[in-house]
T-cell receptor
Framework: AQSVTQLGSHVSVSEGALVLLRCNYSSSVPPYLFWYVQYPNQGLQLLLKYTSAATLVKGINGFEAEFKKSETSFHLTKPSAHMSDAAEYFCAVSDYNAGKSTFGDGTTLTVKP | GAVVSQHPSRVICKSGTSVKIECRSLDFQATTMFWYRQFPKQSLMLMATSNEGSKATYEQGVEKDKFLINHASLTLSTLTVTSAHPEDSSFYIC????????????FGPGTRLLVL
């Protein structure tokens, strides 16, 4: 069984500030972990993924995430927020391939000018 | 460019009618396609897994006779919502896995269904 908890359904930051979106997972086997972004009325776009290689994963649009097994976490960060980063972000976990993923409830990121 | 398309992007129908949603893999052969449902401000709920040439596998609680899935080819899967009711109104999203890469899921843009 696997599950994902995203801490904070809404996160608001100022433009240029650090973005930190939290994700904790539970999995009975070594997990695959994903972060996706969703803009209104659109599908999901993959930001980055962890598949048991390097624990610090760099993704698109300046985002990165660090896999911490001891903390069962996979938090998403970006050093400097842009207005275009405002969207819904989903963390997901799977145990063998990306398709059978379990998604978190999502975090809405708001970026203030 | 987009690798997965969905058609239509939006559909409004009357209660009791059936609606078909298409999901196409544009750039590669998709051995597996998935159908998700997303309610407003909520996460994605996996409805079913579709493999080309075989019957779809439905998640617990999803009515297979209500949501008919056909994976006719390696690039096309269809979801038919039969005898639609207002509670079926939702955002339906498909995703695909390519034959030689099971680690990345490509999502379609979604279809907004409104049943009146």
């Amino acid at each position: 069984a696997q599950s994902v908890t995203q801490l904070g359904s809404h996160v608001s930051v100022s433009e240029g500030a650090l973005v930190l979106l939290r994700c904790n997972y539970s999995s009975s086997v070594p997990p695959y972990l994903f972060w996706y972004v969703q803009y209104p009325n659109q599908g999901l776009q993959l930001l980055l993924k962890y598949t048991s290689a390097a624990t610090l994963v760099k993704g698109i649009n300046g985002f990165e995430a660090e896999f911490k097994k001891s903390e069962t976490s996979f938090h998403l960060t970006k050093p400097s927020a842009h207005m275009s980063d405002a969207a819904e972000y989903f963390c997901a976990v799977s145990d063998y391939n990306a398709g059978k993923s379990t998604f978190g409830d999502g975090t809405t990121l708001t970026v203030k000018p | 460019g987009a690798v997965v398309s969905q058609h239509p992007s939006r559909v409004i129908c009357k209660s009791g009618t059936s609606v078909k949603i298409e999901c196409r893999s544009l750039d590669f052969q998709a051995t597996t396609m998935f159908w998700y449902r997303q309610f407003p401000k909520q996460s994605l709920m996996l409805m079913a897994t579709s493999n080309e040439g075989s019957k779809a596998t439905y998640e617990q609680g999803v009515e297979k006779d209500k949501f008919l899935i056909n994976h006719a080819s390696l690039t096309l899967s269809t979801l038919t919502v039969t005898s639609a009711h207002p509670e079926d109104s939702s955002f339906y999203i498909c995703s695909v896995l390519r034959r030689n890469n099971q680690e990345t899921q490509y999502f379609g843009p979604g279809t907004r269904l409104l049943v009146l």
